[in-house]
């Protein structure tokens, strides 16, 4: 069976410095990775995702993530942040085969202060 | 497109009573999935229709929660009798299957008093 373990409930940073929010899973088969973002009183949408091909992603809004197979990690990092980034990010993982079932962490709030 | 639509927004009921929640998902979408996210933790799969058949309902509590998609579209969930453990937000999602993305309505807020 997967899991995901997001270790940080809350993140808070100030507006323009970096941030990173850790995620870890386990599992003993290939798995998709993916971030989903909920902005207050919203639905969760899709940051980013990781299925195949280079590690590292990207979303359209600056946001990164880093696939790394041997430390079963996927941090999400943004270098610069700024308040409307506010918001609680989950980490999700699937099988890579055979299921489309998504497997969530705890989420992590991020708060930007100004 | 117009997103997953879902109704209502926030449900207050009695424990003992019953409660439906409904969901429209994007048009096209044969994937629908009814998640629960109880507050502090993430979102749990508890039903996978594909088109009108159920794929995955391995968490769903049969007792008391069930679901349908009778037309291949739209999908309800019902809970009948609530518990006070029940309060939570009911998301619903649609997607194409497989690794395609899944896209979020804006969930139902139940809360059981």
């Known amino acids: 069976a997967q899991s995901v373990t997001q270790l940080d409930s809350q993140v808070p940073v100030f507006e323009e410095a970096p941030v990173e929010l850790r995620c870890n899973y386990s599992s003993s088969v290939s798995v998709y990775l993916f971030w989903y973002v909920q902005y207050p009183n919203q639905g969760l949408q899709l940051l980013l995702k990781y299925l195949s091909g280079s590690t590292l992603v990207e979303s359209i809004n600056g946001f990164e993530a880093e696939f790394n197979k041997s430390q079963t990690s996927f941090h999400l990092r943004k270098p610069s942040v700024h308040i409307s980034d506010t918001a609680e990010y989950f980490c999700a993982v699937s099988r890579s085969y055979n299921t489309d079932k998504l497997i969530f962490g705890t989420g992590t709030r991020l708060q930007v202060f100004p | 497109e117009a997103g997953v639509a879902q109704s209502p927004r926030y449900k207050i009921i009695e424990k003992r009573q019953s409660v439906a929640f409904w969901c429209n998902p994007i048009?096209?979408?044969?994937?629908l999935y009814w998640y629960q996210q109880i507050l502090g933790q993430g979102p749990k799969l508890l039903i996978q229709?594909?088109?009108?058949?159920?794929?995955?309902d391995s968490q769903l509590p049969k007792d008391r929660f069930s679901a349908e998609r009778l037309k291949g579209v739209d999908s309800t969930l019902k809970i009948q009798p609530a518990k006070l453990e029940d309060s939570a937000v009911y998301l619903c999602?649609?997607?194409?299957?497989?690794?395609?993305?899944?896209?979020f309505g804006p969930g139902t807020r139940l809360l059981v008093l």
């Open positions: 048009s096209g979408h044969a994937t």
């Open positions: 229709f594909q088109n009108n058949g159920v794929v995955d």
């Open positions: 999602a649609s997607g194409r299957g497989g690794k395609e993305t899944q896209y």
